[in-house]
């Protein structure tokens, strides 16, 4: 099956990006290096595309989520593209690693409304939690963004100049190559539906939906039998080469709606925008020549041109 072809109802659209390492690998396992690497990573990203308003984000050990507000369909690339690049390189060489590192590329969902979104909030912010790692979203020894929308602390990372470095090295220097590193803020934009609210009163909500999600989850493992969770210590001793015996699958849903109207409204101007952009690509192929493709859209290449060229025999 393949990929679905990536859309963007309206300037800035707020999507929930999914990421997942290779087989399910605990490549982003969390540790103190890691975290500041991949902040600092997240922290440069933000800076190079101020257009990408970063509301909140959680990494586990095999995968990340993010959820954000983009102005277009390249700025949303683009972005992702240099995130997940440089935290496969620098992650990889934290871990020897030298493989592929993502399984996929990421997946971008439109949350289409105020509802949706608060329902997505609550579950990034419950991971942790809700795979019985530990008993609050904060116990989380990774990057979790509970601390900065909750209690108002500043997320802040490192992100080092390899170029400046390698440059360095070939001209022989032997200098800390801590001086190549540079500080970055990861700022977290506040909700679309929460635009206007002072910072004090989100404060409070985020504190209220951490408290709810915290009781939520301990009722649940009540419930089922399974009082305890794995623990921090645990988590932070798994090796970032292992993989989980069993994979949760499931089929992406095409969007985040509260409502049937808006998900089947959403529905058919995704199904008109795929018939517009294959309609341009077949025109594309069969004419060679600059073919009008929907706003926001990426042209496939032309790819292999079949040509009758005369090839002189041996002489």
């Known amino acids: 099956m393949g990929r679905p072809i990536r859309y963007l109802p309206h300037p800035d659209t707020t999507f929930e990006v999914t990421c997942k390492t290779l087989h399910g690998r605990r490549l982003v396992r969390p540790s103190k290096v890691l975290n500041d690497l991949v902040l600092g990573v997240v922290g440069r990203a933000l800076s190079l595309y101020p257009g990408v308003l970063l509301h909140l984000f959680v990494v586990l050990s095999n995968h990340m989520h993010l959820i954000l507000t983009v102005p277009d369909s390249r700025t949303l690339s683009l972005f992702m593209c240099y995130i997940n690049s440089n935290i496969a390189r620098e992650v990889g060489r934290l871990h020897c690693w030298r493989e592929k590192f993502w399984g996929r590329r990421y997946r971008a969902i439109a949350i289409l409304d105020d509802q949706a979104l608060l329902d997505r909030v609550a579950y990034v912010l419950s991971h942790g939690c809700k795979e019985d790692l530990v008993r609050r979203p904060e116990d989380w020894p990774g990057i979790h963004c509970v601390h900065a929308l909750r209690d108002g602390i500043p997320l802040y990372g490192t992100w080092f ?17 801590h001086r190549f590193s540079i500080p970055y803020p990861v700022p977290l934009s506040p909700l679309p539906c929460w635009k206007g609210i002072a910072k004090s009163e989100t404060c409070l909500r985020f ?6 999600i915290e009781a939520e989850y301990a009722r649940s493992r009540e419930a089922s039998g399974k009082p305890s969770v794995l623990g921090d210590r645990r988590v932070l001793a798994q090796s970032p080469h292992s993989r989980p015996a069993e994979l949760k699958r499931s089929n992406a849903p095409l969007c985040h709606s509260a409502t049937l109207e808006s998900w089947m409204a959403f529905r058919d101007s995704y199904r008109e925008f795929v018939e517009h952009f294959h309609s341009c690509a077949r025109r594309l192929r069969k004419q060679r020549k600059l073919v009008p493709f929907p706003s926001h859209s990426f042209p496939p290449s032309v790819g292999y041109w079949e040509q009758h060229v005369a090839v002189p025999g041996p002489t």
């Open 161 to 177: 100049h390899r170029t400046r470095e390698y440059e360095a090295r070939r001209a022989g220097s032997d200098d800390d190559p």
């Open 207 to 212: 504190a209220e939906l951490v408290k709810v």
